[in-house]
């Protein structure tokens, strides 16, 4: 085994942050497809007693994760850390819908999705531009950096694998919401439709 071209593979699959399948592991590193493929078995055996791991998260595509019982260790360091569970379940509804109308957010995230999403603006993650009585929302380039993808399909695999598939993220319809929040949201709804 060429432990320097090992090396390289590790590398790639450290910096990607991401799942990297084996043919673009190959447009970087200029390696064989075999050459890559033992490189990576041997990755595996390397880290097999350490807190990393290596997987195959679909045929020939490769991440480099922390083993599931290191994860309480790092946890916090993770970016989606940074939101609270609701606004991090409303910016992947957004993630999934973009462009989304902002009266759909939150007649599926409910009545606490204006805060939410008001929050997203002010940090840069999503941006708000008047569409009829409502706001079409849009998430931006920031965004993606801050996760680490390059384009909305590597974000939404990124959800995917938090558990956040757009399915999972609809709060009980209107449930909770105040009586002035749901003449809110009624009166958008009545002025989008004109």
């Given amino acids: ?14 910096i990607a942050g991401r799942p990297l399948a ?23 055996e390397r880290y097999a007693s350490t807190s990393i791991t290596i ?16 994860l309480p260790y790092v946890e916090s360091l993770l970016p989606e850390k940074d939101f609270s569970p609701g606004t991090l379940k409303t910016l992947a509804y957004i993630a999934y819908r973009s462009p989304v109308k902002q009266i759909e957010v939150v007649e599926v995230r409910g009545n606490r999705a204006y ?14 531009k008047p569409k009829g ?5 849009r998430i931006t380039k920031k965004l993606l950096k801050y996760f680490n993808v390059k384009s909305e399909t590597e974000l939404k695999r990124y959800f995917e694998r938090l558990n956040l598939k757009v399915e999972n993220l609809k709060e009980t319809e209107r449930e909770g919401m105040s009586e002035e929040m749901k003449e809110k949201v009624e009166d958008e709804e009545v002025k989008d439709q004109e």
């Fill in 133 to 137: 009585h409502t706001k079409e929302l």
């Fill in 1 to 14: 085994m060429d432990e320097k071209k090992a090396n390289i593979v590790e590398a790639v699959l450290f």
């Fill in 115 to 128: 805060e939410q999403i008001d929050e997203l603006i002010k940090r840069g993650f999503v941006t708000a």
């Fill in 55 to 70: 997987k195959e998260s679909a045929p020939e595509v490769y991440e480099m994760h922390v083993r599931n019982e290191y």
């Fill in 22 to 44: 084996i043919d673009e592991i190959k447009k970087i590193t200029k390696l064989k497809k075999d050459e890559i493929k033992k490189s990576i078995e041997f990755l595996v």
